[in-house]
């Protein structure tokens, strides 16, 4: 009879030391899944930091461009003329790309406006970049004697462009700050409060000198000049405003021009249009 108790007290006690195992077990075991889940959480973590990079780089940006200085603008000559530029048809549209919102530009988003039923060929921002650039690095406006710019989009929205701004040079930055512009609606200067860009309310001519002479540009015109010669028979006392569109194709269609011209034979690029321009007033005024 002790044999069979002694098995049983044998027995009872390795199941017992057989379930203490089990529940160690089952207590080392318990927290895996927790494990599992903060593997994901910080997969998610990750996404949401890769998110935050790309918007900060956005950010940074446009920090450069507030912290950019402002150039000194200098008058020369006596004449009293003045040049305003309307930049018409701008591409410059916000749309949101998977998790975050940019400017459409049919090198980087053709497969998503294919996907949307619309023409890559249409989406140019690269233009409105490229003439801003050559009316704010021009010797016109170094002079000071460009007054203002403006642009208006496809979409309509119009904005000011300070002449002693420095647009950014890349295409990357420039687009990071007009899409801060058309979400945020100004940008100022670091450490002022000049806004730099603003967004305002239509019709532009509300914005324009009274008396200014508006002069519109296209290739399809019939009205083909020399611009240096065109610009001597308009006079030193009416400033002028010249209407140029930034879009890849197409002419502008606007109710405000005074005239409407072409001044070359050949279809030009809006930045070369601009550069023609530009050079026919500073031969005019006379000065280098």
């Given amino acids: 009879m002790g044999r069979p108790l002694g098995i049983k007290r044998g027995n009872r006690k390795r199941k017992e030391k057989y379930d203490a195992e089990i529940e160690e077990g089952e207590r080392e075991q318990e927290p895996q899944p927790k494990q599992l889940k903060a593997d994901d959480v910080s997969i998610e973590e990750e996404a949401e930091n890769q998110e935050k990079q790309s918007e900060e780089v956005e950010d940074d940006a446009v920090h450069q461009l507030e912290g950019i200085p402002l150039g000194p603008v200098q008058s020369q000559g006596s004449k009293n003329i003045g040049v ?12 949101k790309v ?4 940019q400017i459409l530009n049919s090198d980087d988003h053709a497969n ?25 690095d021009s010797p016109l406006n170094k002079a000071g004697k460009v007054r203002a710019v403006y642009v208006r989009t496809e979409k309509g929205v119009l904005f000011e462009v300070k002449p002693h ?19 945020k609606l100004s940008i100022t200067a670091a450490g002022k409060r000049e806004k730099l860009l603003r967004v305002i309310k239509n019709p532009v001519t509300q914005y324009l000198p009274a008396n200014a002479r508006r002069i519109g540009f296209s290739h399809s015109s019939e009205k083909l000049v020399e611009m240096q010669d065109y610009v001597a ?20 269609q606007t109710e405000y021009t005074d005239d409407f011209i072409s001044i070359s034979n050949y279809p030009l690029s809006a930045a ?12 005019h005024l006379k000065f280098i």
């Fill in 112 to 136: 998503f406006l294919k996907r949307n039923g619309r023409n890559p060929a249409d989406y140019r921002p690269d233009i409105v970049h490229q003439a801003l650039l050559a009316i704010l």
């Fill in 98 to 101: 998977g998790k975050t919102y």
């Fill in 272 to 283: 070369c249009c601009i550069n023609m321009i530009c050079d026919a007033v500073r031969k």
């Fill in 233 to 252: 028979a308009i006079g030193d006392d009416s400033p002028l405003v010249f209407v140029v569109g930034a879009m890849a194709h197409g002419k502008i």
């Fill in 165 to 183: 701004v420095r647009i950014p040079r890349t295409y990357k930055r420039f687009s990071g700050i007009m899409l801060q512009l058309l979400q």
């Fill in 84 to 95: 305003t530029f309307v930049l018409e048809k701008a591409s410059l549209e916000v749309a």
